[in-house]
Every structure is written in C-alpha cells, then in structure tokens.
C-alpha cells in the first residue's frame, strides 16, 4: 500500500495546522509553482496572530462537528481524527458549553 500524499494526511493539533499554514501561505488550490514569491495571492487571510487565528479556526471546526453529532464526543472526534479525550480537552480549553445552539 502506498503512503498517502502530506496533503492527506490529517492534521492533529495546532501545530500541525500551523505547518500546513505555513506551507500552503503563498499557494492556491490548483497552482503549480517552484518559487513560493512569484504565486498568486494566498488564499488565507492576512492575519496577525498565527496562533490565535489558528485557534479559533479549531474552535469552529470542532462545533461545526460536534452539531450535527448533537453533542456525540465519541462521534465528532472520529470524524475529527483524534482521540475523545483530546476533544474533551478542546472543549474544555475553548469553553464550549452547548454546541448545539
């Protein structure tokens, strides 16, 4: 069986999603190029704090799983790709308390 390419692969946590941001800032969905300088604009808005930009991004990923699961942890973190307790742990660090509304 063959490894899947790195853009196949899922992405776990923030700093995984920081690297995928960083190495997808100056491509778009389609463009071949060898010079990242000479791309079109990014795709990604211009944001001034990775971080911060980058968690609130898992934020709303997180609740836009967990809606249609209504609330199923077990559920949304499959379809997440990472273990129940870590999205236990995300919720509790992002202070989610009812998703469904």
């Known amino acids: 069986m063959r490894p899947r390419p790195h853009w196949a692969r899922p992405v776990k946590g923030v700093a995984d999603l920081e690297k995928y941001v ?3 800032r100056h491509a778009t969905l389609g463009t071949q190029t060898s010079n990242p300088m000479s791309a079109p604009p990014a795709v990604l808005p211009e944001v001034d704090d990775l971080r911060n930009f980058l968690a609130e991004a898992e934020k709303t990923l997180i609740l ?3 809606r249609p699961t209504n609330c199923a942890q077990a559920e949304a973190a499959r379809r997440l790709g990472i273990s129940r307790s870590d999205l236990g742990y995300k919720i509790a660090k992002y ?3 009812d998703p469904v509304r």
Do not use: D, K, V
Request: glycine share 12%; net charge positive; aromatic share 0%.
């Open 95 to 97: 202070g989610i308390s």
């Open 64 to 66: 836009r799983t967990l």
């Open 22 to 24: 960083r190495a997808t």
